[in-house]
């Protein structure tokens, strides 16, 4: 049995020519009513002044913008995802997935996908998890370097350091760098309330 309507979706199409575009623009001037299409523009803002944004609004489509989800936030769409998956993933552990696969969600919500596949019978995604199935090398991570350098374990900090040092690849400076900043901004704030009441803390 047929359905009432078809799917096709349409990848990569800031790859196409103009000559493919404009050959698309003609279709989508009088489009078929039995199909649902998905053009996917992806990496870049798509020229508002393009004809065939006008030509898509115009035979009853629907352009819908994305922009790219900032790096502090990828934690949490890691989790949305997750929950959509009926999975629970804590704070902590979409962090260090998100430090590990960067800003890449394609990847992140595979990596999300492939670990919801091992839960326990609690389904969380723990820590443990996420370092067997992902790669993650347990020992060498941004957070077992923050708890060195918070427990003065000079000797693991700088084994932590030199192996970043010799695996830029996977643990990028900048990403280090800027966990580290959130880090010591809580450990500044928290010396911040030293003497003060509980009710000023919140204050805070």
């Known amino acids: ?21 404009e050959k698309l623009e003609a279709y989508l001037a009088k489009p078929t009513i039995s199909t649902v299409l998905v053009l996917c523009y992806k990496h870049k803002k798509i020229d508002g002044r393009k004809s065939i944004l006008k030509t898509i609004q115009k035979g009853g489509g629907l352009v819908f913008l994305s922009d790219k989800v900032k790096d502090e936030n990828v934690p949490d769409v ?67 370097l923050q708890n060195a350098i918070g427990s003065r374990n000079t000797m693991k900090a700088m084994k932590i350091a030199h192996f970043f040092a010799t695996d830029q690849k996977n643990n990028p400076l900048p990403v280090t760098i800027a966990i580290l900043n959130g880090y010591f901004a809580k450990v500044a704030a928290v010396h911040g309330l030293a003497g003060k009441s509980p009710r000023k803390w919140h204050q805070r």
């Not at 049995?1 to 575009?21: G, N």
């Not at 890691?78 to 998956?85: T, Y």
């Not at 990847?107 to 370092?131: F, Y």
Request: proline share 1%.
């Open 1 to 21: 049995m047929m359905a009432e309507r078809q799917l096709v979706i349409v990848r990569e199409l800031q790859a196409w020519r103009i000559t493919e575009l």
């Open 78 to 144: 890691l989790i949305k995802f997750a929950k959509n998956q009926n999975r629970k993933l804590g704070p902590m552990e979409a962090q260090l997935l998100a430090t590990h696969l960067g800003t890449d969600l394609a990847k992140g919500s595979k990596e999300v996908e492939k670990l919801c596949l091992v839960t326990g019978d609690d389904n969380t995604i723990t820590s443990d998890l996420i370092h067997r199935f992902v790669g993650i090398n347990k020992d060498y991570n941004v957070f077992e």
